[in-house]
């Protein structure tokens, strides 16, 4: 079992930066995936950024590429993800997912290919 909960989220204005974290409880964190949802008022679900659990391959949605950078510190079991350059587009609930590793290939973007998950966070952002 994992426990997921992110925090972070606040108004910012359009131009700004947050990092979001996502601290998970137990002792294998360093064996599981993780990735970055978000999900604005009356829309679905979709993709932002996913991290691999060896090499720390990062995986990004055409939308944040550039912008955002998901990262991890096994040391610390906590999952970030530093988002520049804000647009008011990027307002939403921001949710974080974990899978064990063996299961994360090669949908990461899915939501579906995600066992566990946090409460989320809101980001508003302000024009």
């Known amino acids: 079992q994992v426990q997921l909960a992110e925090s972070g989220g606040r108004l910012v204005q359009a131009g700004g930066s947050l990092r979001l974290s996502c601290a998970a409880s137990?002792?294998?964190?360093?064996?599981?995936?993780f990735a970055w949802f978000r999900q604005a008022p009356g829309k679905e679900r979709k993709f932002v950024a996913a991290i691999g659990w060896r090499d720390g391959v990062t995986y990004y949605s055409d939308s944040v590429k550039g912008r955002f950078t998901i990262s991890r510190d096994n040391a610390k079991n906590t999952v970030y993800l530093q988002m520049n350059s804000l647009k008011p587009e990027d307002t939403s609930v921001y949710s974080c997912?974990?899978?064990?590793?063996?299961?994360?290939?090669?949908?990461?973007?899915?939501?579906?290919?995600?066992?566990?998950w946090g409460q989320g966070t809101q980001v508003t952002v302000s024009s």
């Open positions: 997912a974990a899978v064990i590793h063996d299961r994360w290939d090669p949908y990461v973007d899915d939501t579906g290919t995600y066992d566990y």
């Open positions: 137990g002792r294998t964190f360093s064996s599981y995936c």
